[in-house]
């Protein structure tokens, strides 16, 4: 059974900094492609960032140069560094991953399976 858990999520206020995590069982992050998505209240869920199974990554435009995935495989993590947070960034944090292999990176929810259940992120001004 695969489990995906997000922690890291918090308040911040403009300009901080949060790194997100997500820690999976039952799943292998070598083996398949990961992303973050966000949802604010009022908003559909979008992509943030993503990373493929070869270490290729795709970010959303509204987060390029801010924020920045990655994953350590000993440790199944994965991780969203956020950097020059902004209020838009406020919202729901997931994690997910695919059950297969897809031959590049993702940002469409309908490509991912599993789902985390969410954490929270605030940022103020």
């Known amino acids: 059974q695969v489990q995906l858990v997000e922690s890291g999520g918090g308040s911040v206020q403009v300009g901080g900094s949060l790194r997100l995590s997500c820690t999976a069982s039952g799943y292998t992050y070598s083996t398949y492609s990961m992303a973050w998505f966000r949802q604010a209240p009022g908003y559909e869920r979008e992509g943030v960032a993503g990373?493929?199974?070869?270490?290729?990554?795709l970010y959303a435009e509204s987060v390029k140069g801010r924020f920045t995935i990655s994953k350590e495989g000993a440790k199944n993590t994965l991780y969203l560094q956020m950097n020059s947070l902004k209020p838009e960034d406020t919202a729901t944090y997931y994690c997910?991953?695919?059950?297969?292999?897809?031959?590049?990176?993702?940002?469409?929810?309908?490509?991912?399976?599993?789902w985390g259940q969410g954490t929270q992120v605030t940022v103020s001004s």
């Open positions: 997910a991953g695919t059950d297969g292999y897809l031959p590049s990176v993702r940002l469409t929810a309908s490509s991912y399976k599993y």
């Open positions: 990373i493929h199974s070869s270490g290729e990554t």
